[in-house]
């Protein structure tokens, strides 16, 4: 049991790193069944394949650490559903933006998670972010926006800016936000030591829930149920996988440091996915892209120095 007992004070770092690289591989994946099944049964999986994997996860946690299993309050399945309702309106919201004109600028605009995690987080658990960490956030933040920029023709165009994908991206960022606030709450009100095993729960707990919403909404809603869900299996365990071992650094994560640290650091997965992207398309850095990352890297950077 003492290997997990151990120091945590640094240990959310690599746990962020890590989720942040699972994340991109999971995203790699569901974008290729987004292509063959549909958008929402390629969301569906990320629940529904990944929490098998999950509860593998802690019933070996609870092989390796015996112990009793937690009470499990109705303050903690209200945050947790919280979470776990908010992640999937996110969602909800980042497909309704890809249908309009102007996603560039609603992707710019959800960006903006990490403030309003912030906000939340300040006003729903108390959890006050030091000056330094207000700074990372926002010069991160600018490094996003400045990596997400629209092209130049649209930049300045006051309709793209107040335009309903705008209103969607900035509602995805705050469900987002709210997601990980309830995430945080569940970490502190489950009263469990192990980030390692109040991680598992809260995965479990929550992928449950969005297995069974979401996974009832597609059945109901989208052309052929959720048979596409299986028949696309093999890239489905992928996707799924990659998604469980992410959501479970995350909450891990959730239970060693505050939310909007968290997200903050998380903010490296944009970093990872441009390089990816461009790795494989082979093309050139501009001047605005080249500052925006370097913006990027010095509010992660500041972010971790103060622990």
């Known amino acids: 049991m003492s290997s997990f007992l151990i120091d945590t004070t640094w240990l959310w770092v690599p746990m962020v790193l890590f989720a942040a690289l699972a994340q991109t591989a ?6 290729t069944l987004t292509q063959a099944i549909g958008t929402l049964p390629a969301t569906l999986v990320r629940f529904l394949y990944g929490l098998p994997f ?9 092989v390796l650490t015996p112990r009793a299993v937690p009470h499990f309050s109705l303050v903690y399945l209200g945050w947790i559903a919280l979470g776990a309702l908010f992640q999937v309106g996110g969602t909800a919201m980042l497909l309704l933006a890809m249908k309009e004109r102007n996603f560039a600028v609603a992707v710019t605009l959800s960006k ?13 658990l108390h959890e006050l972010p030091t000056t330094l960490a207000v700074v990372a956030m926002f010069i991160a933040t600018i490094g996003v926006l400045t990596l997400s920029l629209p092209a130049r023709d649209k930049r300045w165009s006051m309709s793209a ?28 009100a489950l009263g469990e030591s192990s980030p390692w095993i109040n ?9 449950t829930l969005q297995s069974l919403v979401l996974g009832a909404w597609v059945a109901w809603r989208h052309p052929g149920g959720i048979a596409p869900v299986w028949r ?5 365990l992928v996707a799924g996988s990659m998604g469980a071992a992410a ?31 461009r790795r494989v398309l082979r ?15 010095c509010g992660l950077v500041m972010v971790t120095l103060e622990y």
Do not use: D
Request: hydrophobic residues 60%.
């Open 26 to 31: 999971r995203n790699a994946a569901q974008r």
């Open 54 to 62: 999950a509860l593998l996860w802690l019933g070996l946690l609870y």
């Open 112 to 124: 903006t998670e990490v403030l309003q995690v912030a906000l939340f987080a300040s006003v729903f």
């Open 161 to 188: 800016w107040f335009s309903r994908s705008a209103l969607y991206g900035l509602a995805c960022g705050a469900c987002f936000a709210i997601a990980s606030v309830g995430f945080r709450g569940g970490a502190l």
């Open 199 to 207: 991680g598992a729960w809260g995965v479990v707990v929550a992928q």
């Open 232 to 236: 696309a299996w093999r890239v489905s």
């Open 247 to 277: 959501s479970l650094a995350w909450f891990s994560a959730y239970a060693m440091q505050g939310a909007a640290q968290v997200r903050t650091l998380g903010m490296v997965e944009v970093v990872f996915s441009y390089l990816v992207s």
């Open 283 to 297: 093309e050139p850095l501009s001047w605005p892209e080249k500052i925006g990352m370097l913006l990027m890297l």
